[in-house]
């Protein structure tokens, strides 16, 4: 059982790093972050470290609402910045 646990991780993580690493999106980029994160999460607690764990699992919605909160307030400036006619995208 541990095995298949364990490949899940794996793969869980793999998805995570090249969609996050393919994928133009910014919200796009975030939920494979949080995908990659599931995966470190269950390859964390298979090899015991439940305090570690304990950790990862409080501190990763609190860094997935920190990345969103950023992609909006980038978003704002860049829109600020058309309208000005600073930035010409």
Request: net charge positive; charged share 20%; with cysteine.
């Amino acid at each position: 059982m541990e095995f298949v646990v364990s490949i899940i991780a794996i793969a869980l993580m793999l998805i995570g790093a090249f969609g996050v690493i393919l994928l133009k999106k910014p919200l796009d980029k975030v939920i494979m972050f949080s995908i990659m994160d599931a995966g470190f999460l269950l390859v964390v607690v298979l090899f015991r470290y439940l305090d570690v764990a304990m950790f990862v699992a409080l501190s990763d919605p609190l860094c997935t609402l920190i990345f969103i909160m950023a992609i909006v307030k980038i978003k704002e400036i860049r829109q600020r910045k058309v309208k000005s006619g600073e930035l010409h995208d």
